[in-house]
């Protein structure tokens, strides 16, 4: 829907915001929201650049979503969707938007696993003694 309304043109230019009634959904969404390892983040599995996990239903309206939904299931609770566009700036490497891209004065386009990437220093190659 929001694609088709033209909010956004492809996945990476979403902020998805969720809210689950039931608590134990809610705490994995939370959990999955956390720094560590980002292949298991909300966003990663959504393919969108951020996933913003509402603490309660009163928040759903600050959160400015253009597109919304809600989906009920026996013993799954309550759960609310809704779409905006992601907030900062597109990194020019990975496509993602984040609110640090311009804050690296080397690498002004990056975010900042992007920069993390860039500025690693290249493992020093190793002599093998003959």
């Known amino acids: ?16 915001y ?4 039931d608590p134990n959904l809610q705490r994995r969404f ?5 720094p560590g ?8 599995i959504f393919i969108t650049s951020q996933v913003e996990v509402l603490p309660s239903m009163d928040h759903t309206s ?3 979503a253009a597109f919304t939904g809600a989906y009920s ?13 992601a907030d900062g700036s ?20 990056l975010c900042e696993r992007c920069y993390k990437v860039i500025t690693l220093e290249a493992t020093p ?5 003959a």
């Open 1 to 16: 829907m929001a694609r088709a309304g033209k909010l956004i043109g492809a996945s990476l230019d979403a902020k998805v």
């Open 18 to 21: 969720l809210y689950s009634s």
């Open 30 to 34: 939370r959990e999955m929201s956390l």
């Open 37 to 44: 390892d980002d292949a298991d983040k909300l966003h990663r």
């Open 62 to 64: 600050s959160t400015g």
């Open 73 to 85: 299931a026996a013993g799954m609770g309550d759960l609310w969707i809704g779409v905006s566009r």
């Open 90 to 109: 597109k990194c020019e490497r990975c496509w993602n938007y984040s609110q640090v891209v311009g804050s690296f004065v080397d690498h002004p386009t």
């Open 125 to 129: 190659n190793i002599a093998v003694a």
